[in-house]
């Protein structure tokens, strides 16, 4: 059995004894692999999380150099322990794994006490989840370690330790332990001198309690921090704290906690008190961490990561908010690069993280614009009967909420910038990202919105797709991805479906699986039929003009056909052949290669031949 320490010193303990997780290098490669402990993690995630983005020369031999030393200390340390139990580095296709159960790593039982804190109902049980999560904590994150991945990591592990204190402060005072919970307060003021929720929870235990006085100095204390340090001044919530104080008023931004059946109005959730007899006053926060699981074996897109990380940095430097746009053709990854991007840059939206499918579901159609305002508003806190019907309101509530917070707001699958538009970000630091199919050119006209155009991948990073997944199965074969990445179209959606399929029918080598897939019938039933199914029926998304030109589109020569070739067999003039071309380029359905001849997918050409007429 081996337990793991990250929050605090890196300590190590393997069966009954403890074990030096050797020199700092070290210690941070050990670290990188453990953060994703049980997982496969990639050789060039782990050069960037060792050196960050511009690794000095010989950094890949010295990596291995160091893993060689960790599988060696751990052979050594679990020796006595059950082949079962013991831990070890494994080789997979594309990178490395470390065999320690998760929830032997203290960082994960911290998040996974958090989460079973938050499905509580009763305060009893989320509090003790929430004590025994901040047991965990012996010091600094990674203590001794440096670089930029080793402070994302810190700095979120922070992030969720503030949070969790916070919502123990408001737990722990209402049942009658208010000294004991602002002398842990008081204690945590050095840790975090900016940190406004914790001044808050000072202040409105001080003022609730009788201590008026010692709150007002709680303020001008960070005041005087956000002053001399970042040159700034408290945020609405705290300033309205304050007035509140000084005119002698009920603190705002409580809920009001009561024993009664049904609960009292107050300004959110209701809940049972402590002692069972009285009510309570208990600070809410909510911090959203929606985010879908990151994509298994995802590989590639470093340049396309560069550019967001980019993006994002400016307007953090820069002080205000962003909307980026991903969008390209069905199939291409949008919806993965968004998330995994999103898991990258979690540390840098404390806030939280919330994720909206507006495709809706095929019953209902797309979301609105209003709905998905609604489902943003709940996702950062709003109680259902408090989010506006009018659409220019809760636009304008969202805002607001946003402006006091780093948040990232990932919509994915838009079908209109009428279902954006109205989540706008407006002051402060968040990030509102969007995938799309259509190019979306309103959102990167009128409203600012930075997009990034997404193209089927290139050969390395197709080869290195197919190596990645062909990795956990038996006899992955030595045959490079190529010929496989090639019937797939170099398309991801195309290539994880096609190597589950030939899978499934026995299939195990890379070559195996591309003589498979060159089966005509194969291609249309299996990868055509995918694409087809991404694609969802086009009635009411293209006019039947634009639906009938797109189908003639999918009869013409592979290799690529013009305007005017198109509106011959099409039957119309060549103008109107411009515009419906035009409109399809946009929706990503067809691009133009060189100069304006025009090309489709060969699997959406498939996909697009399946469709009903109109």
Sequence with gaps: MIDVHLLGEMRLRVGRQWVDPGPRQQRTVLAALLVDAGCPVPVEVLVTRVWGDEAPQGSRKVLHVQLSRIRRLLQEAGAELPPAQAPSVDRLAGGYRITVPAERVDLFRFRALLAQAQDQYELTGRR??????????????????????????????????????????????????????????????EEYPLAEPLAAARMRLLATHGRPAEALECFA??????????????????LDLHTAILRGEPVPGTVLVTSRAGGEAGTGATDRSLDGNRAMECPVARTPAQLPGDV???????????????????????????????????????????????????????????????????????????????????????????IPADLTAGSGLLRSLLAERRVL????????VDQVRPLRPGAGGSVVLVTARDALPGLVIRDGARRLELDVLPDDEADELVRALLGGRPDPGAVAGGPLARCCGHLPLAVRLGIEYAHAQGYCSADEIAAALECPDVRR????????????????VLEPETHRCLRVAATLPESGWSTD????????????????????ITGQFLRRARGETCVMHPLLRLAVAALEPV
């Design 128 to 189: 003790r989840a929430l004590e025994e999560a901040l047991r965990l904590w012996t010091g600094t994150p990674l203590t001794g370690l440096t670089g930029r991945w080793v402070e994302r990591v810190r700095a979120r592990a922070r992030q969720e330790r503030l949070e969790a204190v916070v919502q123990w402060a408001g737990i722990a005072a209402g049942g009658g332990g208010a000294e004991e919970t602002l002398v842990r307060l008081a204690g945590l003021e």
């Design 221 to 238: 204390r960070l005041r005087r921090c956000l002053v001399e340090q970042l040159g700034t001044q408290p945020g609405p919530e705290l």
């Design 296 to 386: 298994r074996a995802f590989t590639g897109r470093e340049r396309e990561l560069r550019v967001l990380d980019g993006w994002a940095e400016e307007a953090r430097v820069a002080g205000r908010s962003l909307l980026l746009a991903v969008v390209g053709m069905v199939g291409v990854g949008k919806t993965a690069l968004a998330v995994h991007w999103g898991h990258r840059v979690t540390a840098d939206y404390p806030g939280g993280q919330v994720y909206v499918d507006l495709r809706g579901d095929p019953a209902g159609g797309p979301l609105s614009g209003s709905a998905v305002v609604a489902a943003v508003l709940r996702a950062v806190g709003v109680p259902g009967e408090s």
């Design 409 to 416: 707001v990932v919509l994915d699958g838009a079908t209109c």
């Design 525 to 540: 039933d299996v990868l055509g039929a995918a694409v087809a199914a991404r694609l969802g029926p086009l009635h009411g």
């Design 565 to 584: 070739e198109l509106a011959v067999v099409a039957g119309i003039p060549s103008r109107r052949a411009r515009e419906l071309l035009d409109t399809l």
